[in-house]
C-alpha cells in the first residue's frame, strides 16, 4: 500500500522488467522512456520467416493513471506502418486484448508478444477494406473507436 | 445495474428524444463512449464501491408498491439482517465476496490462517499454469498486503481502527480494491483453466475455456455468472449462499450453495446483474 501512484509504480517495474527480459526482436527506447515514464515507444523488428521479415516499426505506448486497470493507448508510429488487415494506415491497430479484453494481468512485454504474432500469421500483406473511411473520420486516439473484432485467423 | 442494462436504459431513452437524428458528420461511437463514461462516472460519484451496512428496511424500502418483490424481502428478512452495497461496476460479485469473507476472517483467526497459506501459495499456482510472473507478483503482493492487514488484528491489540475500519478503507480505496478484484479474478481463471475439462461443459458456443478466461474473466468491468462462482469458491475452499431474488412466483429468495453441498461463509443478495452483500441473523 505504497503511497505512489499505482499506475507509476506498476510503469516502473514493467520497464526494469522489459529491460531484463525483452521479447525477441524488441527493444524499449529506455532513453526517452527514463523521462517519462506515460509514455513508451518501443521498436520491433519483422519477425524472420515471415512477410515483414527485414522491416523495422515503432510502436507508442501511451498510459494513462488507470493503468493497469485501463488498457495503454497503442500505435504505430513513424514512417513504416505495418501493411496488415488489422492495421490501419494512422498506425491504429484492431486488436482486442487492447481495448475490450484487457486485463490488467498483461502487460507491455505481452502486448509486444500478441502484436508480433498478429503481424507473423499473416499471410497477405493489405490494408483493412475499411481503411480510407475509417482513417478520415476516426479519432487520434484508437480507444476511442467502438471496435468490432473480427477474424481471428490473422 | 449492470453495465450492459445501462446502456440498455439509455438507448431505449435516446429512442424518445426526437433530436438524436443521424448526423454522418459526427463520430457515433465518440457519442456512444461518451455517454457510456458519463453514466460510470454517475455511479462512481454517487455508490461508494463498498457501502455502510444498512438495516434490512432501507433494501424494503426500494420497493414501494411493488407487491411481489415487498413479499421477497420480508421472506428475506426472517433470515438477514443487514445488507452491505457494492458499486454495480461489473466487479461486484469479487468485490462483495472479497470484502465479506475478509470480514468474516477478522474475528476466526484458525479459518484466518488456512486461507493465509493458501493465498499465499496461489502465486505459484497461477505462474505454473502460465500466468505471467511479472504481473501475478504485482497483484499478489498488493492481495497479501490487505489479507495481512486483517491479520494483524489476531497478534496484537490494535491501537488504531478497529479491524472492520481499517478494512472498509482498503476497500473503498480504488487502487488496493481493485488489486484485489484482479487478483481474484486471475484465481478464478486459473481454476477454470486448471480443470478445463467439468468446466467446459457451462460455456456456451464454441468458446474454449481458455478464451473464455480472457474475455469474460481477467478483464475487469465484466461481470460475474455461476461460473465465476463455482471456479473462486472451489479455488479458495470458502462457501458462498448466493440468494437470487428476481420477479419470478416463488415468494421466497431461492438460494444457491457454492460449491454445492457446502457451509456457507459468505451470503450474497442477486439482483438481475447485481451482488451485494448479506448478513444473517
Known sequence: MSSTAPSQRRLQKELMSFLKEPPPGVTVD???????????????????????????FQLQFKFGSKYPFDSPEVTFIGGNIPVHPHVYSNGHICLSILTEDWSPALSVQSVCLSIVSMLSSCKEKRRPPDNSFYVKTCNKNPKKTKWWYHDDSV | MSKKQLSAVFVKMGDKV?????????????????????????????????GDKEDFSSLEGEYDG????????????KNYKYIRRTRPDGNCFFRAFSYAYLEKLIDDREEFNRFRELAAKSKE?????????????????TFMEVIDQVGKHHSVLSPGAPAGED??????????????????????????????????????????????????????????????????STALGVGVRVRYMDRGDSAEVIAHDFPEGSLPQVHLLYRPGHYDILYPH
Open chain 2, 167 to 232: 478494512l472498509h478503507k482498503v476497500f473503498n480505496d480504488q487502487g488496493n480494491s481493485d488489486y484485489v478484484v484482479v487478483y481474484l479474478r486471475l484465481i478464478t481463471s486459473g481454476q477454470l483453466q486448471r480443470d478445463s475439462s467439468f468446466y467446459q461443459h457451462f460455456i456456451e458456443g464454441a468458446r474454449s475455456v481458455e478464451d473464455f478466461c480472457h474475455q469474460e474473466v481477467e478483464p475487469m468491468y465484466k461481470e460475474s455468472d455461476h461460473i465465476h462462482i463455482i471456479a473462486l
Open chain 2, 66 to 77: 411493488d407487491d411481489i418483490y415487498k413479499q421477497k424481502v420480508k421472506n428475506l428478512a
Open chain 2, 125 to 141: 499456482n497461477l505462474v505454473a499454469l502460465g500466468f505471467p510472473q511479472f504481473t501475478v507478483e504485482d497483484f499478489h503482493d
Open chain 1, 30 to 56: 529506455s532513453d526517452l522512456t527514463g523521462q517519462d515514464l506515460s509514455v513508451w515507444i518501443v521498436h520491433m523488428d519483422g519477425a524472420p520467416g515471415t512477410l515483414y521479415e527485414g522491416e523495422k
Open chain 2, 18 to 50: 426526437p433530436t438524436t437524428k443521424y448526423d454522418p458528420n459526427v463520430n457515433q461511437d465518440e457519442l456512444i463512449m461518451k455517454q457510456q463514461r458519463l453514466i460510470e462516472k454517475e455511479i462512481m460519484d454517487s455508490i461508494p464501491l463498498v
